[in-house]
């Protein structure tokens, strides 16, 4: 069965520019890729033609020799490279998950120009109380992670003994293969691109240069910290594979919900409830404070619900700074409940005896609510 023409495949023109070329691969192989159909084999088989054609025309060279012999310039080991990757050419895959996902596949690979691995980051989470972010403090953490190995150093290589250079790839760490007039460079096989081998692995390790062990950590705190702040401990993640260098170990901390207080930045906000006959005839009362101490707040005669107190410098510490946030008290006017008799008929009294002038803002509500019905019915 004949291929089809690899222009047609991707819906261009044969003077295509290679701009207008990567945009019309980028469009269709989107459209089909196997992680968005998932056990699509026709998706799938249809991913494989655009990666295949778009393999053979973006590079200069392959085009010039497709224009010139077609197919037949891939047969026969002719340029074979875009059958050399299975039907999805590393530099098309690239291209795609570059678009995709804002990276290229493989590009964050860790591994050094030595061909040295580097360790992974470690996620370490930890919750801690208001009154700690207040505070600050100093925990220990214990983390599971890959060490260097002591026996070897990191090496991999059993004590006394050392890595000797590949005799695959000479130490270079890649190979060089040629298909007619084509060149291919791979990691090599033999090293995984480590330039060396290990024939006597260390005992301890296995080989890998690293063991799992848990350690613990010291890990600062600082006052003011704030909800889903991230700190970073360079050097403390996994080793490296045979001598890599060391990862990181990160600490997301959370701070767990307080019982009565809400954190805004730097600012503390309580809410509370206060009789009805301290918010008409004035009074006072006690509050506590994320410091541990205690505050006395004045409430004035004919205080109404929502009303807010600040009190300064009483909220939290701001981070790498000698300021304090405020803390802020809103009152909630609690209506009487479960009233006896006698408590009943002194209300009533009262109620009797109000004037429009005790209750201001409720007579001036429904006096314009009265005003403006009244005119919508003339």
């Known amino acids: ?3 089809a023409d690899y222009y047609a495949t991707l819906g261009v023109s044969s003077d295509v520019d290679e701009k207008a070329l990567k945009s019309a691969f980028r469009k269709k192989a989107m459209g089909c890729h196997p992680d968005r159909h998932p056990g699509d084999a026709e998706a799938e088989s249809r991913f494989k033609e655009l990666n295949e054609a778009y393999e053979a025309l ?3 060279q392959k085009r010039a020799a497709y224009d010139r012999f077609g197919h ?7 340029a074979g490279a875009a059958g050399g990757f299975g039907g999805f050419g590393a530099g098309s895959m690239g291209d795609i998950f570059e678009d995709i996902f804002g990276e290229m596949m493989g590009g964050r690979s860790g591994r050094s120009a030595n061909g040295r691995e580097r360790g992974a980051d470690l996620r370490f989470n930890m919750e801690i109380t208001l009154e700690e972010a207040f505070e600050g403090k100093t ?3 214990e983390v599971p992670t890959s060490i260097t190995c002591e026996d070897c150093t990191g090496s991999g290589a059993k004590p006394g003994t050392s890595p000797s250079t590949c005799g695959t790839c000479g130490g270079a760490g890649r190979v060089r293969a040629s298909q007619g007039f084509f060149s291919i460079e791979r990691t090599c096989p033999s090293c995984q691109g480590r330039g060396e081998v290990i024939t006597d692995p260390c005992n301890n390790c296995s080989g890998s240069g690293r063991i799992t062990q848990t350690r613990t950590l010291s890990v600062n705190v600082p006052a ?3 909800d889903g702040t991230r700190i970073r401990l360079a050097g ?3 080793a490296g594979l045979r001598g890599g260098p060391t990862g990181d170990l990160y600490i997301f901390l959370s701070v767990k919900p307080h019982e009565f207080f809400q954190r805004d930045g730097a600012d503390i906000f309580c809410r509370v409830p206060i009789s009805m006959t301290t918010a008409a005839l004035g009074g006072q009362f006690e509050v ?6 205690k505050t006395k707040v004045k409430v004035p005669e004919g205080t109404q619900p929502g009303k807010q107190f600040r009190l300064r410098s009483k909220g939290m510490p701001i981070l790498r700074s000698n300021q304090v946030g405020d803390m802020y008290i809103q009152v909630s006017i609690e209506t009487p409940q479960n009233l006896t008799s006698r408590q009943r008929e002194i209300l009533k009294e009262f109620e009797q005896v109000s004037s429009k002038e005790n209750s201001p803002e409720s007579t001036g509500f429904f006096t314009r609510m009265k005003s403006f019905f009244d005119n919508l019915s003339e």
């Open 1 to 3: 069965m004949s291929k």
């Open 58 to 60: 973006k590079d200069p």
């Open 72 to 78: 037949a310039a891939f047969e026969n080991g002719g």
């Open 139 to 141: 925990a220990e953490v």
């Open 224 to 226: 003011g910290i704030e």
């Open 236 to 238: 403390e993640g996994e």
């Open 288 to 293: 506590g404070t994320v410091d541990g101490g």
